[in-house]
């Protein structure tokens, strides 16, 4: 069974305090790992797709990277408004089923 | 582009009453999905269709869920009866056949009472 773990349940920063956001998975033959951005009352915003160990995307102040075991969102010199819910999702090779991870609320104080 | 359209934002029902939630996904992502999420979890899969036809419904609970596509585009996911449990965010989404990437509408929030 698919899996996603992600680490720390929550995280409180001060702005412009660089932290890393994880994402642990066990999945049969990777097909991408996703991010999205969920702020309260909304849905999922994507981000990023990685699909192979190695990969690395950027996007303003994020930039997320993949081994074969777990990524990693990176948060560059936060902002407030960079404070949401961070949820990590992976698909599988053999079936279009996305298996999310709890998610990680990040707070970004001024 | 216009996004992934639900609507009503939000419900407020008794149990044992019927509610139906509607979804218009992006223009011309043939797979469209009803996923369900609970306060502090991510979203959970209950049914996915490729244009009409319902390809996993695995997770629906067919006893007072059900969920139709016709002709493809537009999809309506209904619980009768509801329950106190129903209570959560419905979230649709839809993706095209080129990449695998799942956009996602807003969510109804229903609160059952």
């Known amino acids: 069974e698919d899996q996603v773990t992600q680490s720390p349940e929550a995280l409180r920063l001060q702005e412009g305090e660089s932290s890393s956001l994880n994402c642990s998975y066990t999945?049969?033959?990777?097909?991408?790992l996703f991010w999205y951005r969920q702020d309260p009352g909304k849905g999922p915003e994507f981000l990023f797709t990685?699909?192979?160990a190695g990969e690395e995307k950027e996007k303003e102040r994020l930039k997320a990277t993949l081994t074969k075991k777990e990524s990693f969102l990176h948060i560059t010199a936060p902002k407030p408004e960079d404070s949401a819910t961070y949820l990590c999702a992976v698909l599988p090779g053999a079936n279009s089923k996305l298996t999310f991870g709890k998610g990680i609320t990040l707070s970004v104080r001024p | 582009e216009a996004g992934v359209v639900q609507s009503p934002r939000y419900k407020i029902i008794e149990k044992k009453q019927p509610v139906a939630f509607w979804c218009n996904p992006i223009?011309?992502?043939?797979?469209l999905y009803w996923y369900l999420q609970n306060l502090g979890q991510g979203p959970e899969l209950l049914i996915r269709?490729?244009?009409?036809?319902?390809?996993?419904d695995s997770q629906l609970p067919k006893d007072r869920f059900s969920a139709e596509r016709l002709k493809g585009v537009d999809s309506t996911l209904k619980i009768q009866p509801a329950e106190l449990g129903d209570s959560a965010v419905y979230l649709c989404?839809?993706?095209?056949?080129?990449?695998?990437?799942?956009?996602f509408g807003p969510g109804t929030r229903l609160t059952v009472l």
């Open positions: 223009s011309g992502h043939n797979t």
């Open positions: 989404a839809s993706s095209n056949s080129v990449t695998d990437t799942q956009y």
């Open positions: 999945v049969s033959g990777l097909r991408g």
């Open positions: 269709y490729e244009n009409e036809e319902a390809v996993d």
């Open positions: 990685l699909y192979s």
